[in-house]
T-cell receptor
Framework: GAVVSQHPSWVICKSGTSVKIECRSLDFQATTMFWYRQFPKQSLMLMATSNEGSKATYEQGVEKDKFLINHASLTLSTLTVTSAHPEDSSFYIC??????????FGSGTRLTVV | KQEVTQIPAALSVPEGENLVLNCSFTDSAIYNLQWFRQDPGKGLTSLLLIQSSQREQTSGRLNASLDKSSGRSTLYIAASQPGDSATYLCAVYNTDKLIFGTGTRLQVFP
């Protein structure tokens, strides 16, 4: 079945630094990947749609200069949180279109900015 | 704008009970609907996918139905077990995006 690998699973960083999160489709090619953000006890909010070989499409209210997305290959998309601040602390999840269920999700990354 | 709501927000039941989780959406022009399970601090596990031409899907003790005209889906869990404790999310396909519901936190106690 389709597997999406997301790394790291958790990361703690200092305020002002940048953090990169990777999302890989292991056994299928994904021309489109999605990045979500989830606050505690809340649902997932779509941040952006990542398209291989082109610029990402960001949802309204998401700062594209803060959340840099790169989708350089058919199996890898990255999300870089630049100049992170404590309010960026959240759970970030990626997904890719593929597999029998249509969408397959990564295991998520818990980001804590101190 | 598509909005997806789930009722109840939380549910606590004894082991063995049959459960119904509800999902409603405001725009019936959806492609598919998908149910997920999320354990605390974890990613999402796909449970069932109902395509727009289908009315229900079954997997083991799970059965999901879809009524596009009324904008509703239900997830039926038979003979609940403590291992079923998790948050259940429904999501509708809106063009190429998944729009998630608010979730139902389920706790099944022995």
């Amino acid at each position: 079945g389709a597997v999406v690998s997301q790394h790291p699973s958790w990361v703690i960083c200092k305020s002002g630094t940048s953090v990169k999160i990777e999302c890989r489709s292991l056994d299928f090619q994904a021309t489109t990947m999605f990045w979500y953000r989830q606050f505690p006890k809340q649902s997932l909010m779509l941040m952006a749609t990542s398209n291989e070989g082109s610029k990402a499409t960001y949802e309204q209210g998401v700062e594209k200069d803060k959340f840099l997305i790169n989708h350089a290959s058919l199996t890898l998309s990255t999300l870089t949180v630049t100049s992170a601040h404590p309010e960026d602390s959240s759970f970030y999840i990626c997904s890719a279109r593929g597999g029998i269920y249509g969408y397959t999700f990564g295991s998520g990354t818990r980001l804590t900015v101190v | 704008k598509q909005e997806v709501t789930q009722i109840p927000a939380a549910l606590s039941v004894p082991e063995g009970e049959n459960l119904v989780l509800n999902c409603s959406f405001t725009d019936s022009a959806i492609y598919n609907l998908q149910w997920f399970r999320q354990d605390p601090g974890k990613g999402l596990t796909s449970l069932l996918l109902i395509q727009s031409s289908q009315r229900e899907q079954t997997s083991g003790r799970l059965n999901a139905s879809l009524d596009k005209s009324s904008g509703r889906s239900t997830l039926y869990i038979a003979a609940s077990q403590p291992g079923d404790s998790a948050t259940y999310l429904c999501a509708v396909y809106n063009t190429d995006k998944l729009i998630f519901g608010t979730g139902t936190r389920l706790q099944v106690f022995p």
